[in-house]
């Protein structure tokens, strides 16, 4: 049985094993090393406390980023780029995220989404034309989706591009907001309905920041990020060729989606980095801070936070590079689900790891001559932006079951033939019967294997019990997402063990950070693999009802 998603396949069906055998970990090799290095040796020379005074990135600094090809590290080498491959660039991600976040996320807004568009979908005469400019950092693209009244419902943002009288431009209408890299931008990838009666039948265009009718707000002053640009963006009866679109007539939506699962993994990357860069400081300041005659690394407490780091790092990483590899083996791969899990786990684990190295800091944390406070109020926005923490808790949960429902219509027309199939698959056993040399990867497929099964059964209960209502049901659509954040986790995890075990490497640490994941995986199914409402979810919707409604 196959579904048009990897993770919803592996819950209605068999788990290819296969994956196995395809993964490959994001690992710095010489290429990468040595734009890690120019990219270090940029940000020594403006370092982060400086950049943040200045408010900006300079002509300078822009130039300095573009000669060590940090604008072009994964376009084609045939159009000017560095060409790495995604694992490359996720790895160059992870490693320089930490150093000097700002100025870093200037080139990957560009990379990961600004000028994605154009790889995966351009023409040959549109990626000749911007991306060897947008390589040598001389044309710096940004991403215009977000809108002032649309931000995660994509399908019905309100700028509009209709075909001109003559049949050569489209014309360009509308408002987009907090747009990165926008006064940074000589191009942006635009996206706007093309009909308004159909929501969802968009368009996405390469508009040029010059042309008549593009106005750029003043940057917003924000919390974190101060050196990045952020701005409104105005579209003014803009004429935008004909041969600007990307794709055909009503591939927005899809092309807007397909850009933002590589910058989800970009996220996961960088919140991978974040995560080690913690817990290196926490490792350094803990065994020098004493308190009560002893370093406060002894402390159980302490401990706890650097192990958590240790596990959260660890697992973020594997999941990026196993969904890095299904993008790997085809471009427009179908993993809605798997990126916006990296994102989910990775910003929310890389957000409290911030806060427990702080934490291990005490007073000195606090102060702004040391770097957590700046990373906290940097790194804040990656919960927010490319979907929120709650978009995406209750997304894939939806998504899975919208996967459901189509595989049932296509398949299965009649009302005994559906049932016959749910019954079967209510019933169904294992996802897959694996054998391996280590005690921990055997618990840990069996507690997979359970945690498949509570994902399947919410699933069907749910298309079977809420139907078209179980977007309201958004703490049991949170549940399922959990579920399977935990379930790919583990997958991620032993395809990583087994990749490492196979070439030779050790894995005795990393079967302990398997088995304490799982532990925590094997509570949390226990606690909310429930279908119906918890007793506190119904007091929830008592308390909201009389306070606020």
């Given amino acids: 049985m196959s579904f048009e998603n990897f993770l919803t396949s592996v819950y209605f069906g068999r788990l290819n094993q296969a994956v196995f055998n395809k993964f490959r970990d994001l690992q710095a090799d010489d290429k990468t090393q040595k734009i890690i290095d120019k990219y270090f040796e940029v940000s020594r020379q403006y370092p982060a406390h400086y950049l943040e005074k200045e408010g900006g990135l300079s002509k300078e600094i822009l130039k300095k980023l573009g000669e060590i090809e940090f604008f072009g590290l994964n376009i084609p080498t045939d159009y000017g780029g560095t060409g790495l491959s995604l694992h490359q660039y996720l790895k160059v991600v992870e490693e320089t995220t930490p150093q000097s976040m700002a100025m870093g996320f200037t080139a990957l807004a560009h990379l990961s989404i600004g000028t994605k568009g154009i790889v995966l979908f351009g023409t040959e005469e549109q990626k000749r034309k911007y991306l060897a400019p947008a390589a040598a950092g001389e044309m710096i693209f940004a991403y215009a989706l977000t809108e002032p009244k649309k931000g995660s419902d994509a399908q019905n943002i309100e700028t509009t591009a209709v075909l001109s009288e003559d049949d050569q431009f489209y014309i360009l209408n509308g408002n987009k907001t907090y ?17 308004p009666a159909k929501p969802g039948f968009m368009g996405a265009f390469i508009v040029e920041t010059s042309w008549d009718g593009v106005n750029i707000g003043k940057d917003i002053s924000k919390m974190g990020l101060k050196a990045s ?4 963006v105005q579209f003014k009866n803009v004429r935008v060729p004909k041969e600007n679109l990307l794709g055909q007539p009503g591939d927005g939506f899809k092309i807007a989606m397909a850009i933002l699962n590589y910058g989800r993994l970009a996220l996961g990357a960088a919140s991978s980095g974040m995560m080690k860069q913690s817990l290196r ?24 936070m650097m192990v958590k780091a240790k596990v959260n790092s660890y697992v ?7 969904a890095a590899g299904m993008l790997e083996d085809s471009a427009l791969a179908p993993v809605a689900v798997e990126s916006s899990h990296c994102k989910l786990f990775g910003t929310n684990r890389a957000w409290d790891t911030l806060y427990d190295a ?3 800091a005490g007073g000195s944390g606090y102060l702004s001559t040391q770097p957590y406070e700046k990373r906290m109020r940097d790194f804040r926005v990656t919960t927010i932006f490319e979907g929120t923490t709650e978009i995406h808790s209750i997304y894939p949960a939806l998504f899975m079951m919208r996967n459901l429902k189509k595989h049932l219509l296509s398949n299965h027309t009649g009302k005994i033939s559906q049932m016959v199939f749910i019954i079967k698959e209510i019933f169904r056993g294992k996802v897959w019967k694996a054998k391996f040399g280590h005690k921990e990867m055997s618990q840990a497929a069996q507690v997979a294997n359970a945690i498949a099964k509570s ?42 063990i087994e990749s490492e075990r196979k070439a030779g490497g050790r894995v005795a640490e990393d079967l302990k950070l398997l088995a304490f994941f799982v532990e925590e995986a094997r509570q949390y199914r226990r606690e909310n693999k429930r279908i119906f409402s918890y007793k506190k979810d119904l007091l929830h919707k008592k308390i909201y009802k009389e306070a606020f409604a």
């Fill in 179 to 195: 747009i990165t890299n926008a006064n940074y931008a000589g191009a942006m990838t635009v996206f706007a309905q093309l009909d």
């Fill in 229 to 232: 640009s952020t701005a409104a």
């Fill in 281 to 304: 400081d926490m490792a350094k300041r803990s065994s020098s801070r004493t308190q009560f005659g002893v370093p406060i690394n002894h402390f159980e407490l302490v401990q706890e």
């Fill in 316 to 322: 973020t990483s594997a999941m990026t590079a196993f």
């Fill in 358 to 360: 702080l934490q291990v």
């Fill in 455 to 496: 994902i399947r059964i919410n699933i069907i209960a749910g298309f079977i019990f809420y139907g078209e209502k179980v977007l309201q049901r958004q703490f049991f659509l949170r549940r399922i997402t959990f579920l399977s954040l935990y379930f790919f986790g583990i997958l991620a995890m032993l395809v990583r």
